[in-house]
């Protein structure tokens, strides 16, 4: 006999039994000891009347005992279906409604009833029925024929000596009534009674996780198991989440006292155990007599038989679909009834609350990490540097994601080989940056020739990521390609870890991180082929480098087979300190002056270009002699013009340096002597200088 059923069964003795349990006693003795055939008698029918008073004291006592036991609640009006196989007998809850929402219109619903009710109700009565009180000292005022009037004052005196009298007698007896109060204590109507209870429970911090409020509601899910358990006769009370897309029951949280059968990474398709179907029909159930050979089969989260005799399960609805269930087993037969699911049914709308509140705040806390990671990479649209662009975006995604590999891939200027361009800060990293493959069946080409992202999970093992034979079987793998509608950039890969998977927003938000990443690669791209691969300046219309360079080599192919000569000039403004040519825009405003100046001075086929913050000019069929000429005519006539610069007037001064082409020149060459010839010419100052 267990204590608490022994404390039970003590609790029904009093000290008045003592008299029936002396008598059966004493029969006894006297039955046993004493041989006379009479005297045994006389102590046998002793000891039955002393059985039979005690009897109908303790059956009294019992019967009231469990009146006021269960006499608190009344079991809720559900419809209880019970079917019987030969797992266990299996009892239904038909009419259950665990949704949150069915209460709080339930509540709004009562409310307006209430607030229809207070409205005030209408006199239905006629002028001439009923009464109204004005004043209560005014019913000596009223109405009174004359010919009473005397009558009235003669009653009005007695009535006023009466009630003084009355008032003298009433003081009397209150000051005898005083010494016999204060000499008089009244009797104590309760009983006090410590219990020492340990204040470290009480006091316990919960904790606050700001940035993890999946742990935060793991947290108050366990209180609540904890809760469960210390009010009910039960050996494991637990919470599993549903998911109805993947059809998979997850132990979430459990209560124990039995830790060591417990299969703590329960996982396991939705089938016919009792979890699966209380969360597929949404009706709570509960299990009695269960058959011990059918045990592991009813209750999955249990690694061997541990004498479950009863079971009970409420489905934790939210939005009208199961996302949980609720359970509690016992070794106890009959340990859960009609009350209990009542009882049951508050916390399951209580987790549904909670859920609510935590999906809202985790929704929250990501998208505010995914903002940071939008930022970070928003600072490098100015940077002009693409590497940074690469490492930035596997990096953020590292931080946001539980991942195994992370990395970025290139296509290298042949467009024939794959290049690792960055690889996130990894101990078990798979890559290393620069690392460079070749195979155009991988799902790596196959992303970047479609430009589609790719998602799966737990891949194939066929499946070949950069050489044949790899292991992808576990996890998740995502590519995502970093393309615009300009040209394709390469592709970021995700590769997550065993039993991780990605949910559809957070493959959007990837998407979106990925496109932004591609959009500043891109403008990186276009800014460097302004800068080197366009014929002009989109803004001052002169050649780029790319294309000085390319006209310079045309000239000097033509010199041999049409025997013709040119030449190229390099104009460079003389820096005074008059002139602060170290605010900014000072320089260009000056090349832009000196630059409208030459431009009457040009033929056709004449052409301008810019060379390191220099004015290159290039003359096709005129030699030294002709190009220095016409150079001193440009230098005086910048000399002569006026610039003005915040206000003030400058006359600019140029030096010049003149270069002729022969068939010996090159690129490389012809820019070098030109620019000594200019050097020349700065040193001196409003100079021209021929190389020769």
């Known amino acids: 006999m267990s204590n608490k059923k022994f404390n039970e069964f003590k609790s029904l003795f009093i000290p008045s039994d003592i008299m029936p349990i002396s008598m059966i006693l004493i029969g006894i003795i006297i039955s046993l000891f004493i041989s006379e055939i009479a005297i045994k008698l006389i102590g046998v029918s002793i000891s039955i009347l002393g059985v039979v008073v005690l009897l109908m004291k303790l059956t009294t006592r019992m019967s009231s005992s469990v009146e006021t036991k269960f006499k608190s609640n009344p079991p809720p009006n559900f419809k209880i279906t019970v079917k019987k196989s030969p797992e266990a007998v299996r009892q239904v809850i038909e009419n259950y409604s665990g949704d949150i929402e069915d209460k709080e219109t339930k509540s709004e619903n009562n409310n307006s009833n209430l607030s229809e009710v207070k409205k005030p109700i209408k006199n239905t009565m006629g002028e001439e029925e009923g009464f109204r009180i004005i004043k209560k000292e005014d019913t000596n005022n009223l109405d009174i024929p004359k010919q009473d009037k005397s009558k009235e004052s003669e009653e009005k005196e007695t009535l006023e000596n009466l009630n003084t009298k009355q008032l003298q007698k009433e003081e009397n007896i209150q000051e005898h009534k005083k010494p016999l109060e204060s000499n008089f204590k009244s009797p104590n109507r309760f009983r006090k009674r410590e219990i020492n209870i340990p204040t470290q429970g009480l006091l316990e911090e919960m904790p606050i996780l700001k940035e993890h409020p999946d742990k935060e509601f793991e947290f108050f899910i366990n209180r609540i198991l904890m809760a469960i358990r210390s009010v009910s006769n039960t050996r494991t009370a637990a919470y599993f989440f549903y998911n109805e897309h993947k059809n998979e029951i997850i132990l979430n949280s459990f209560a124990t006292e039995s830790k060591t059968v417990i ?397 002729e082409l022969d068939s010996n020149s090159t690129y490389k060459n012809s820019i070098k002597y030109v620019n000594d010839a200019l050097n020349v010419s700065k040193e001196k100052t409003n100079t021209v200088s021929v190389y020769s």
């Not at 004449?606 to 002709?626: C, E, F, R």
């Open 263 to 659: 299969n703590k990474k329960s996982k396991f398709i939705a089938g016919n155990d009792i979890v699966s179907q209380i969360a597929r029909s949404m009706k709570p159930e509960i299990l009695t007599d269960i058959n011990p050979a059918a045990e592991l089969d009813l209750l999955p989260y249990y690694n061997s038989n541990s004498g479950t005799n009863s079971f009970i399960g409420i489905p934790v609805i939210y939005d009208k679909n199961v996302i949980g269930v609720l359970t509690a087993d016992s070794k106890h037969s009959d340990a859960y009834d009609a009350i209990m699911v009542n009882f049951l049914s508050h916390f399951a709308k209580l987790i549904s609350g909670l859920i609510r509140s935590y999906s809202d705040k985790y929704d929250l806390a990501q998208d505010s990490k995914y903002l940071k990671a939008y930022n970070k990479l928003e600072q490098l649209v100015n940077s002009n540097d693409n590497n940074k662009v690469y490492n930035e975006l596997v990096n953020s995604l590292n931080g946001l994601f539980a991942t195994r590999n992370i990395y970025s891939i290139v296509l290298d200027e042949s467009k024939t080989n794959y290049i690792i361009k960055s690889v996130a800060k990894s101990e078990n990293a798979d890559f290393e940056k620069e690392f460079v493959f070749s195979n155009d069946n991988s799902i790596l080409f196959e992303c970047i020739s479609t430009n589609e992202f790719i998602y799966l999970e737990n891949p194939d093992t066929d499946l070949i990521r950069v050489n044949v034979g790899e292991d992808m079987s576990s996890g998740y793998f995502f590519v995502v390609p970093l393309s615009t509608d300009i040209d394709t950039y390469g592709a970021v890969a995700i590769e997550g870890k065993e039993g991780t998977s990605l949910y559809r927003d957070e493959r959007k938000f990837i998407i979106s991180l990925a496109n932004k990443a591609s959009n500043i690669i891109e403008n990186n791209n276009l800014i460097e082929l302004i800068s080197s691969g366009f014929d002009k300046d989109p803004h001052s219309g002169l050649l780029t480098e790319k294309s000085i360079e390319v006209e310079i080599e045309k000239e000097i192919s033509r010199v041999n087979p049409f025997n013709y000569k040119s030449s190229i000039v390099s104009i460079g403004f003389d820096k005074y300190k008059s002139i602060d040519d170290e605010k900014e825009g000072t320089n260009d405003l000056i090349l832009k002056h000196i630059n409208k100046s030459i431009d009457s001075t040009l033929d056709k086929l004449d052409l301008k270009g810019i060379l390191d913050n220099n004015l290159i000019v290039i003359l096709p069929g005129k030699n030294a002699q002709s190009t220095k000429l016409w150079a001193e005519r440009i230098r005086n006539k910048i000399a002569s013009e006026s610039l003005y610069l915040a206000d003030k007037r400058y006359n600019i001064t140029v030096s010049v340096g003149i270069c």
